[in-house]
């Protein structure tokens, strides 16, 4: 089966991403209501949070960490499928990326962006947020170079920085044929603007070229490293089912487990609302499934071997945690994130499942969600079972406020991200017509053997 | 400018492990406390209390967790097969370890924890954002947050005790992690007086208010530096000492009469609190 019809003209192509900027379906329109709405209602939770002090939100000591860190490392996980797909996909030379990697990667910003918030929320006094940035001062203060949360602040700085870089450079061969195409008003100024005079000369696609694969490049070590020292957060710690050795790792095939499966729902969701059913086409969608479940796959074995090292040491405290992680008050969910996390994906192994959209749409849903319980339990579990016998057994549960927080941040990410599709190309243009051209090419010169070499585009 | 003064000082910004590199001279506050003296009647907690400004949360936030006693006594069933009024119990004073090598130190991003010459572990209410960081890395939860502005919003002292303020302590805003200062207003008080008199503090000359308040002074505190101080006595007595990972008590086949431990050595803090374990019936 081919990615996607090779008989598409160029224009079309053209035509149907314009048509994206200009009129989706009207769900478009009901999904950006309820962003509003919960955004709205989160940022009611932050004001009254602000004026009142953490405490409104439930936490004490010694659960002085809740839900506000695990979907902190929810959406910074999040962020990693966006450079797979834009980039490291791009140096494999997978093609079935290309209709599909411009709102992976947009995914990718507004996910740190969203981070980035609960970075704030989380601090007792984030009006002095500016105290963690090693600036220059007069009074010669630096923060602490050795607290990796500092190195978690300088990673995320760096890693959005230069996604939006990454996001941007893609983006402006499509910018200038919006701005060629688009009727006179605001919108042609703003995409003249961001176009940057291109051309499309060979100079320019020569340059172009080149600039895109340096900062791909560059992204690729800077994605891995990211989420490993997000994981030292807890692994640099003394505290039991924190102080793990192999947390980057699984830190990082987690991230992209959960990345995989959000651009799985957003896929389904953007094909239908802005209708690229002739670009998000079923065989990109089984490529991406297969994807990831080889990730799920891996995240499944790296957490049996996260639990069989714990289980077969002699650390005694960490053992009775994740005893008390399978037994205690938090074993409903620590149950719901492996069956979420391991069993659900099976139903990728399943082959007529594999481009059923209502039953992907689902699936992928769960999988978000035992992702997300999983940084949970990570982070809660270990404040009611820690080392400190005084702490044990203490349970402190969220609060509506915290809940409405957590709530909020999906409302924030869907707006960026919806206002983005609408008002940037979500497929590439480009590199669409990149793809039927080699097609066509290919079938001009050997028309027989088409099945087998597209094939060879899974990876 | 301020880089030159990172570089210049990067020997006061890394230490290679704090049990090598501090001097110690002349103080090195430390305490020790006799479990089988403490009658768990929470007198030091209240003189706590009293003395650095905590504020009373009340019943609700209380039973939230988000009580700010910096010396707590925990209460620890023994398992004796009796019921409620007969059953054994132990008592546990617990506060600030003050340790070494603080693992809440190194984790907080805007080194908003410090350790001082003499041996405290310092928290700068000033610098703190409130990232919690050091709490979650405290093996003795005893980090305390302001989960809410006590002092105005919350109004924990309403006007007529406002004369009952220690005016020596800051009181702390929202947003500020706190926890024991072994009394520090006090002993820089006390500092303070022998540097102007040329000499150091001698043994006695301060006290911390849990100290001063134990009917059955099962709390010592004092310079560990100082040969003549009763904390510097029972230590040796104990074998306990500061850069030890493992008691002496346990190295012993067959039990000892040593009773000095310190809580969680091995995960190798180096607290600044020795605990005597309290002699049991069965053990006489």
Known sequence: ???????????????????????????????????????????????????????????????????YIATFIFWIGMSHSGTLLSAILHLMHADWRKPIYRFAEAMTTFSLMTAGLFVMVHLGRLWQFYYAVPYPNERWVWPNFQSPLLWDAMAIFTYLSSSVLFLFVGMIPDLAIARDNMHSGWRKKLYTLLALGWEGTDRQWRNFRVTYLTIACFLIPLAVS????????????????????????????????SGCAAIITLFIILRYVFKFEDYMTLPILKKIVRLTFAIAMVWTYLNCVEFASVWYSHDAVSKDLLIQKMTGPYAPFWWAMIFCGSIVPLVFAIKRFQTNIPVLFATSLLLNLGMWLERWMIVSPTFSHGYYPWTWDHDQWPSMIQWGIVFGSFGWFTLLFMVFCKMFPSVSMYEVKEMVYHRTLHLKNNGTAVEQTVEQGVH | MSVTNLLDN???????????????????????????ACIGCNACAVACYAENN???????????????????????WNEDDREFPDQGAEFMPMMCQQCEAAPCETVCPVGATNHTQDGLNSQIYNRCIGSRYCSANCPYKVRYFNWYDYPTTDNVWPAEMNYQLNPDVTVRGKGVMEKCTFCVQRLRAAEVTAKGEGRIVREGEVQTACQQSCPTNAISFGNLVDPESRVHKQWKAQQVDLAKDEQEKDKQEGGSDLRGYRIFEDLRAYPSVMYLERVRESAV
């Not at chain 2, 990067?10 to 006799?34: L, N, T």
Request: charged share 20%; proline share 7%; glycine share 8%.
């Open chain 1, 226 to 257: 990211v989420h490993s020292i997000v994981a030292s957060d807890f692994g640099m710690s003394q505290q039991p089912g924190w102080h793990v050795t192999s947390f980057p790792p699984y830190f990082v095939a987690g991230a992209l487990y």
């Open chain 2, 10 to 36: 990067w020997a006061a910004v890394r230490h290679f492990h704090p049990i090598d590199d501090k001097p110690h001279d002349p103080y090195k506050w430390a305490m020790a406390i006799d479990l089988d």
């Open chain 2, 54 to 76: 905590l504020p009373v949360v009340g019943r609700e936030k209380f039973q939230h967790g988000q009580v700010m006693h910096w010396m707590r006594i925990e209460r620890y």
């Open chain 1, 1 to 67: 089966m081919k990615d996607i019809r090779e008989d598409i003209a160029w224009a079309k192509i053209n035509q149907d991403v314009m048509k994206s900027l200009e009129n989706p379906r009207p769900l478009y329109w009901v999904i950006l209501f309820f962003a509003v709405l919960t955004f709205g209602i989160g940022i009611g939770c932050e004001v009254y949070q602000y004026q009142m002090g953490m405490g409104v939100a439930n936490l004490d000591n010694p659960h002085v960490w809740g839900l």
